[in-house]
Each structure stands twice: as structure tokens, then as C-alpha cells.
T-cell receptor, first 118, second 112 residues
């Protein structure tokens, strides 16, 4: 069975600090996708990044960066110079192989609440 | 703006009553899903539909039913609501072979 573990329930940082959110996953599939979603206080789910299992190239996008390591089954997310607007719940998710018939299932971690304070 | 529309935004429902949460997409995606979000548990799959006319059970299907009469609509019905169904419900869709989802804005349901 697929599993996503976000061991950090809540993280508090002071603005401008760097913060890393951890994600560890389990899967038997050789082809899979990993995602990070952000859920601000308004409640919607905002897509941040998608990575497939064949692409371990790490990525930087503005203040965000991602570290994907298949050897340790980890897909960590770092915010550099955090800002108050980064305060949100962040979910890591793993996409299972296609459900019978064509769809796919996302398995979510339990989320990490990030609080950025002045 | 293309995407998924969920209604209502929020609802308070008496236990034992029935209710249908509506979900409509305009992207012509084949697959649609219903998830519930609970504190400390993340999002869990309730039901899914790979294409119009077919549905399947997810992790937590008990107490819920769905139908998929056409490509665009995927309503979720609670036949007799119980307090444990208090949650935020998200509808989502995806195209076959595309591992990413488009999410609706959610429905906050409180069963009292």
C-alpha cells in the first residue's frame, strides 16, 4: 500500500528564516508522481510542484526548492527567506498507479502546519 | 474560469437528514474524485469515477454514495448523516494518464 509520512505536525519560524518540510513515501510502483500542495487559511488546495519517479533533478523556483531522493524515498520542500504569507498547511502527496479503468489515486500525508511570525 | 465548482460552500445538517454535495467540472476530464479532509488525517478518498457511468470505492466509502450520469457532474450523497461525517469535502478531477488533480474549493459540512 502507498503511504506518505509528514512527521512534522507543526513548524513555527520567524520571518526570513529558511524552513524545510519533510516528506517520506512508500510505494511498490516503479512509476509514480510526487506532489506538494499548499492550503492557506482560506482553505483551497494550491498545487505547487509535481515530480515523476524518473526525474530526480532538484528544482528551485523563486524562494521554493525541492529535494527528491529516491534512495531515501524522500521529497523535501524548502522555503528560503520565509514570509508571513507562507503560513499554511503543506501537503505532500503520492500518485498511485492508474486505478482500474483509467483514473489515479492521490495518497496524502497528514500535512505540516507552517506558521511564519514577524 | 475553467475548473471545478462545488456547492454549497458550507452547510450545517441535522443528524439523520440526507444531503447531496454537488460537483461540476468544465474541463471534460474523464476521472473525478471525492475526498474528505479531517484534522490530523490529511485527505482521504471516498469514491471515484473513471468515466461517465462508472464509479468505485475509495478508502472511506461507508455512508456515502455517488453517481456519474455524465462527464461533468459527480454528486456525493449522504443518505443519513452522522456527526462523524463532519468534514471538509473536496471534489477533484483528472485526465487519464495525467497524475495531477484539479481541486474544487471545498464544502465544509457540519453534522449536528
Amino acid at each position: 500500500a502507498q503511504k506518505v509520512t509528514q512527521a512534522q505536525t507543526e513548524i513555527s519560524v520567524v520571518e526570513k528564516e529558511d524552513v524545510t518540510l519533510d516528506c517520506v513515501y512508500e510505494t511498490r510502483d516503479t512509476t509514480y508522481y510526487l506532489f506538494w500542495y499548499k492550503q492557506p487559511p482560506s482553505g483551497e488546495l494550491v498545487f505547487l510542484i509535481r515530480r515523476n519517479s524518473f526525474d530526480e533533478q532538484n528544482e528551485i523556483s523563486g524562494r521554493y526548492s525541492w529535494n527528491f531522493q529516491k534512495s531515501t524515498s524522500s521529497f523535501n520542500f524548502t522555503i528560503t527567506a520565509s514570509q508571513v504569507v507562507d503560513s499554511a498547511v503543506y501537503f505532500c502527496a503520492l500518485s498511485e498507479a492508474i486505478l482500474t479503468g483509467g483514473g489515479n489515486k492521490l495518497t496524502f500525508g497528514t500535512g505540516t502546519q507552517l506558521k511564519v511570525e514577524l | 474560469t475553467a475548473g471545478i465548482t462545488q456547492a454549497p460552500t458550507s452547510q450545517i445538517l441535522a443528524a439523520g437528514r440526507s444531503m447531496t454535495l454537488r460537483c461540476t467540472q468544465d474541463m471534460r476530464h474523464n476521472a473525478m474524485y471525492w475526498y474528505r479532509q479531517d484534522l490530523g488525517l490529511g485527505l482521504r478518498l471516498i469514491h471515484y469515477s473513471n468515466t461517465a457511468g462508472t464509479t468505485g470505492k475509495g478508502e472511506v466509502p461507508d455512508g456515502y454514495s455517488v453517481s456519474r450520469a455524465n462527464t461533468d457532474d459527480f454528486p456525493l450523497t449522504l443518505a443519513s448523516a452522522v456527526p462523524s461525517q463532519t468534514s471538509v469535502y473536496f471534489c477533484a478531477s483528472s485526465e487519464w494518464g495525467d497524475y495531477g488533480y484539479t481541486f474544487g474549493s471545498g464544502t465544509r459540512l457540519t453534522v449536528v
